[in-house]
T-cell receptor, first 118, second 112 residues
Framework: AQTVTQSQPEMSVQEAETVTLSCTYD???????LFWYKQPPSRQMILVIR??????QNATENRFSVNFQKAAKSFSLKISDSQLGDAAMYFC???????????????FGKGTKLTVNP | DGGITQSPKYLFRKEGQNVTLSCEQN?????MYWYRQDPGQGLRLIYY???????QKGDIAEGYSVSREKKESFPLTVTSAQKNPTAFYLC???????????FGSGTRLTVV
């Protein structure tokens, strides 16, 4: 079974600085999807960024980017120019590819709580 | 606007009672999911359904039941057999074949 590990229960960053959240995963599949979700105090889950394993290029979304190391099974999230609104729980998630009887279910890490200091 | 609606936002249950959490979507998505969230545990899959009239157990299905009679609806019943039901429950649907989920806003269940 696939597993996702987030080794940093809590992180903090100064406003306008850069922070990197770590995520590793375990799988025997060669094709899959990886995601970072943000959960602010409202508890609404918000998709931040996604990465297809077959793509070598790292995904970016404005101030958010990933460092995807397929061989190392690592998928870290970098937040640049941190803002107060970035404070939230961040979850890394893995999903098997669709089709071939796949369930398309997401497997989540336990999360990293990010604090942004003014 | 399309989305997922979970109701109620807060729910209180007495011990020994069954309670049903509602999840409705108007996104025309086939697959729907129920997750439970506890502090420090991340999100754990309870049940999922990939098509109407079919559903599968997730990792922590004991004490829960679901139905999928309509594409739009995937209610979750927390039965009296669930030993520790106090938690935050999230419903989701699959956004697209290569994408992530769309989530509802959640239901906070408390046993009193």
């Amino acid at each position: 079974a696939q597993t996702v590990t987030q080794s940093q229960p809590e992180m903090s960053v100064q406003e306008a600085e850069t922070v990197t959240l770590s995520c590793t995963y375990d799988t025997s599949e060669s094709d899959y999807y990886l995601f970072w979700y943000k959960q602010p105090p409202s508890r609404q889950m918000i998709l931040v960024i996604r990465q297809e394993a077959y793509k070598q290029q790292n995904a970016t979304e404005n101030r958010f980017s990933v460092n995807f190391q397929k061989a190392a099974k690592s998928f870290s999230l970098k937040i640049s120019d941190s803002q107060l609104g970035d404070a939230a729980m961040y979850f890394c998630a893995y999903r098997s590819p669709s089709g071939e009887g796949g369930s398309e279910k997401l497997v989540f890490g336990k999360g990293t709580k990010l604090t942004v200091n003014p | 606007d399309g989305g997922i609606t979970q109701s109620p936002k807060y729910l209180f249950r007495k011990e020994g009672q069954n309670v049903t959490l509602s999840c409705e979507q108007n996104l025309n998505h086939d697959a729907m999911y129920w997750y439970r969230q506890d502090p420090g545990q991340g999100l754990r899959l309870i049940y999922y359904s990939q098509i109407v009239n079919d559903f599968q157990k997730g990792d922590i299905a004991e004490g829960y039941s679901v139905s999928r009679e309509k594409k739009e609806s995937f209610p979750l019943t927390v039965t009296s057999a669930q030993k520790n039901p106090t938690a935050f429950y999230l419903c989701a649907s699959l956004r697209d074949p290569g994408g992530g989920y769309t989530f509802g806003s959640g239901t906070r269940l408390t046993v009193v």
